[in-house]
């Protein structure tokens, strides 16, 4: 039997906790080994709830590579510390998977894939969205044609984190680092709306051209984070996509895609259970001729649940997905779904979106 696929954890903040039942599903297959947090006492109390030794505990994660038996890290941090410890743990021989977003610029970016590549280790970015079961089986249909010529393809991701009221369920305030344009690599987009863009380019296809505005200047955001931004999306296919994001507006939280096409169409309906971790795994729905056959169209009742009956995934929880999946790349050597050179793709779109916002003019992402 083949050795399990040892981890090291770095960052031990709130996406993390996320992260860890996909190391507790399958031990032998994949295991958390060693945790690193620059805050040595979060790292100890993950520690603890994750049953991992004293001696596999730092505040260094160049000391956990050097020092830990691990074959691979999970890195958990503040953006503006992706590439750095990416490329470090790289060119240590470990494998990576890095949380969204890729990097705060695209230079960051492309330099995390060349260190990767050039190490020739497996390199995944954590976007979850792609293991949602309803997801992936929506995927399929719309690249079997069910749904037609795609046509437009609209994405809302408003979270009223920054509302001013104390009573918000998430209110992190002034001072949050996810507020900050230099630490975040921007603001709404790269915190919040990076999930979404890449879903649509996993429904639709690739992005040729942005054109965007955003809104900055709120008192709760600092070095040029927009709390506010709408964008309008250009597929290579002729598609047009649409993106409307807020941290600030008194909306209730939204996280909703729609894919429009010529024979067909597909939603994400609004969970039962209105949280952002919710909204962040809510299954798809979708109508098609072929889905409903002999009956007729009816356009109150005819969205229904995507069939995930021939799917093989572990789970219906994506972050689990995700961390199996990128067990089984590093043990065969496949590239992920969500992989270095693919993610390259969406970051584009978030930095067209900003270089748009920023010259009032529309950006070719070939550009970029």
């Known amino acids: 039997m083949a050795e399990p696929l040892k981890v090291g954890l770095i960052g031990a903040g709130g996406i993390s906790r996320q992260h860890l039942p996909g190391y507790q599903l399958d031990p032998g297959r994949i295991r958390l080994e060693a945790v690193c947090d620059i805050r040595e006492e979060r790292a ?9 030794g004293a001696d596999a505990i730092f505040s260094d994660a160049r000391e956990m590579f050097e020092l830990a038996d691990i074959d691979a890290v999970d890195i958990c941090t503040i953006h503006d510390t992706h590439a750095e410890l990416a490329i470090a743990a790289a060119e240590a021989g470990k494998h990576v998977l890095l949380e969204k977003p890729m990097a705060i610029s695209m230079a960051e970016c492309r330099s995390i894939v060349e260190a990767t590549e050039a190490a020739g280790v497996t390199f995944m970015v954590a976007q979850h969205l792609r293991h949602v079961p309803t997801y992936v089986a929506l995927r399929r249909r719309i690249q079997t044609g069910e749904l037609g010529r795609i ?39 790269t915190l919040l709306s990076v999930h979404h863009l890449d879903l649509m380019r996993f429904f639709v296809g690739e992005v040729v051209r942005v054109e965007a505005r955003a809104w900055h200047g709120h008192p709760s ?119 270095g050179r693919d993610n390259l793709e969406t970051m584009k779109i978030v930095f067209g979106i900003y270089e748009s916002a920023e010259t009032g003019r529309s950006v070719e992402l070939g550009s970029l």
């Not at 437009?152 to 984190?161: I, K, N, P, Q």
């Not at 680092?177 to 230099?182: H, R």
């Open 44 to 52: 100890r109390a993950f520690a603890s709830e994750a049953e991992i």
């Open 151 to 189: 046509w437009s393809a609209r994405v809302d991701t408003f979270l009223t984190a920054a509302l001013d009221d104390p009573d918000q369920p998430i209110a992190p305030g002034r001072g949050f680092w996810g507020f900050d344009g230099k630490r975040g690599g921007g603001g709404v987009v």
């Open 221 to 339: 955001f600092t070095n040029e984070a927009e709390d506010r931004a709408v964008a309008t999306l250009e597929f290579a296919n002729g598609a047009i996509g649409t993106l409307t994001a807020s941290l600030t507006s008194r909306a209730p939280w939204l996280f909703q895609t729609v894919i429009l096409g010529d024979e067909g169409a597909a939603w994400t309906p609004p969970p039962a259970e209105n949280t952002p971790l919710m909204w962040h795994r809510v299954p798809a729905v979708m109508t098609s001729a072929q889905q409903e056959g002999d009956e007729s169209f009816d356009p109150v009742t005819s969205f229904r649940p995507v069939d995930t009956s021939d799917l093989s995934l572990p789970t219906d929880n994506p972050y689990v997905n995700e961390i199996i999946h990128f067990a089984a790349c590093c043990e065969d050597g496949a590239e992920p779904v969500s992989g």
